[in-house]
C-alpha cells in the first residue's frame, strides 16, 4: 500500500462548480499535513496546510480526519486557473519526519468552460 | 515571500556525461535541503536530504556516487549526475526551509531542471 494515495482524476468540472479531492495516508503516526498545487512541468507550489480543526482559505477549505487517516480538499465555485494537479503532502514522524515529504501522485483537476 | 532558484531549468546531455544543478535559497539561509525526482505520472520521490557543512542522507536504492550532493553554504547545494544514462532523464526539483523555521513549516521549491539524456 502507497503511504499516500490520491484519486489520480482526471476531474473535468464546469467553471463555477464545486469539487472535492480526497487523500488517504497509510502512517497513523504522520504529523503534518499539507495540499500542494503542481502546474504541468512546473515546481510544486503550497497551496495550504491542513490542520485537525479544518482550516479555510478563500474558496478553499481543508480538513483532517485523523481516526479515518484522510484529508480532503474543496474548492468552491472553480475557475479555469485552478485547472492543476494537487498534490497532497504529509510528513511522518521518525527518521527527521518533521522534514521529510511523502508526496501522492496527485489528482488532476480541469476547469472548463 | 521565500525563493529558491533552481539552475539550469532545462538541460539535454549526452549518454556517459555529467550534469551540474544548483540551488539557491536567495532571501533565507538553510541548513538543510531536499532533492526530489519525479518521473512522468509519478510522485515527487526524495532522492537525498543535504546538510550544509557535512555529508548528505540518500534514501534507500539511490546511489550516492552517482547523484554526488555539495552543499557548501547556508544558501547553495548542488546536485550532479555523473555518467548520466536516459534513464537518469526526470524532472530533478530542490527544496529548503528557512532555517528559522521550525520542523513542520512548508518548504519551499526551485523551480525543477528537467533532464534529458540522449
Known amino acids: 500500500r502507497k503511504e499516500v494515495e490520491q484519486d489520480p482524476g482526471p476531474f473535468n468540472v464546469p467553471e463555477g462548480a464545486t469539487v472535492a479531492f480526497n487523500c488517504t495516508y497509510s502512517?497513523?503516526?504522520?504529523?503534518?499535513f499539507f495540499w500542494y498545487r503542481q502546474d504541468c512541468r512546473k515546481e510544486p507550489k503550497l497551496l495550504m496546510s491542513?490542520?485537525?480543526s479544518g482550516n479555510e482559505d478563500g474558496r478553499f477549505t481543508a480538513q483532517l480526519n485523523r481516526a479515518s487517516q484522510y484529508i480532503s480538499l474543496l474548492i468552491r465555485d472553480s475557475k479555469l486557473s485552478d485547472s492543476a494537479t494537487y498534490l497532497c503532502?504529509?510528513?511522518?514522524?521518525?527518521?527527521?519526519?518533521?522534514?521529510?515529504?511523502?508526496f501522492g501522485t496527485g489528482t488532476q483537476l480541469k476547469v472548463e468552460l | 515571500g521565500a525563493v529558491v532558484s533552481q539552475h539550469p531549468s532545462r538541460v539535454i546531455c549526452k549518454s556517459g556525461t555529467s550534469v551540474k544543478i544548483e540551488c539557491r535559497s536567495l532571501?533565507?539561509?538553510?541548513?538543510?535541503m531536499f532533492w526530489y525526482r519525479q518521473f512522468p505520472k509519478q510522485s515527487l520521490m526524495l532522492m537525498a536530504t543535504?546538510?550544509?557543512?557535512?555529508?548528505?542522507?540518500?534514501e534507500q536504492g539511490v546511489e550516492k556516487d552517482k547523484f554526488l550532493i555539495n552543499h557548501a553554504s547556508l544558501t547553495l547545494s548542488t546536485l550532479t549526475v555523473t555518467s548520466a544514462h536516459p534513464e537518469d532523464s526526470s524532472f530533478y526539483i530542490c527544496?529548503?526551509?528557512?532555517?528559522?523555521?521550525?520542523?513542520?513549516?512548508?518548504?519551499?521549491f526551485g523551480n525543477g531542471t528537467r533532464l534529458t539524456v540522449t
Open positions: 503532502v504529509v510528513t511522518p514522524l521518525g527518521t527527521g519526519g518533521g522534514n521529510k515529504l511523502t
Open positions: 502512517n497513523s503516526a504522520s504529523q503534518s
Open positions: 543535504s546538510n550544509e557543512g557535512s555529508k548528505a542522507t540518500y
Open positions: 527544496s529548503a526551509r528557512d532555517r528559522r523555521g521550525h520542523s513542520n513549516s512548508p518548504l519551499h
Open positions: 491542513v490542520y485537525s
Open positions: 532571501d533565507f539561509q538553510a541548513t538543510t
